[in-house]
């Protein structure tokens, strides 16, 4: 099975900009679970969903929003971007069954924010 | 919510040593996987190990959940051993979900 995927890998952006971020996750998965990892923080939680409802959701501001489509793909979306912003968001996919909650990660795309 | 603590936040080794990592988690957790960062930011799934023991190759890891901590083993390690290792937790299913929270890490780093 391919892995997950997002794109794009790497984005450039200006302060008040915003940008939209996509993920594919493994077949067959449903969950799809958002993380943020900057230097000073670390890797953290922003949100997850499962069959297009959001299941659970990080201590982040509003501008940070997401969704899932019928496919289980993912975007999240950071309106009105702010220096801080710039970081590696990464997506991870689980398959939720009954045997396991492994989740497995993308490659991450990378935002800088000018 | 779960705190995750990590020991060592370094260490250095000479290719061919072993190292143990330690994962400390503050409260019962029904998911426990530990990752390899490679440098490219990817994070790597070793071990998903809620419970119980686990070896794969040079690796192994221990979950001791009633204790609350569990162990990532890296025997023989080697140069392309270096990088963070993260472990990570995540609560009961129907509270939390998916949901994964993670220690600072542990920067390993295997000279020649």
């Known amino acids: 099975k391919a892995g997950v995927t997002q794109t794009p890998r790497y984005l450039i952006k200006t302060r008040g900009q915003q940008v939209t971020l996509s993920c594919s996750p493994i077949?067959?998965?449903?969950?799809v679970s958002w993380y943020q990892q900057t230097p000073g923080q670390g890797l953290q939680f922003l949100f997850e969903?499962?069959?297009?409802?959001?299941?659970n959701k990080g201590n982040f501001p509003g501008r940070f929003s997401g969704r899932q489509f019928s496919n289980s793909r993912s975007e999240m979306n950071v309106s009105t971007l702010e220096l801080g912003d710039s970081a590696l968001y990464l997506c991870?996919?689980?398959?939720?069954?009954?045997?396991?909650?492994?989740?497995?990660f993308g490659p991450g795309t990378r935002l800088t924010v000018l | 919510g779960i705190q995750v603590e990590q020991s060592p936040p370094d260490l250095i080794l000479q290719e061919g040593a072993n190292s143990t990592l330690r994962c400390n988690f503050s409260?019962?957790?029904?998911?426990l996987q530990w990752f390899h960062q490679n440098p490219w930011g990817q994070l790597i799934n070793l071990f998903y190990?809620?419970?119980g023991t686990k070896q794969n190759g040079r690796l192994s890891a221990t979950t001791v959940a009633t204790e609350r901590y569990s162990l990532l083993y890296i025997s023989s390690s080697q140069t392309t051993d270096s990088g963070v290792y993260f472990c990570?937790?995540?609560?009961?299913?129907?509270?939390?979900?998916?949901?994964?929270?993670f220690g600072e890490g542990t920067q390993l780093t295997v000279n020649p």
């Open positions: 077949s067959g998965h449903r969950s």
């Open positions: 190990i809620p419970s």
């Open positions: 990570a937790v995540g609560g009961l299913r129907w509270t939390s979900g998916s949901r994964l929270t």
């Open positions: 969903y499962f069959s297009e409802t959001q299941r």
């Open positions: 991870a996919s689980s398959p939720w069954d009954r045997v396991t909650d492994t989740q497995y």
């Open positions: 409260d019962s957790v029904n998911n």
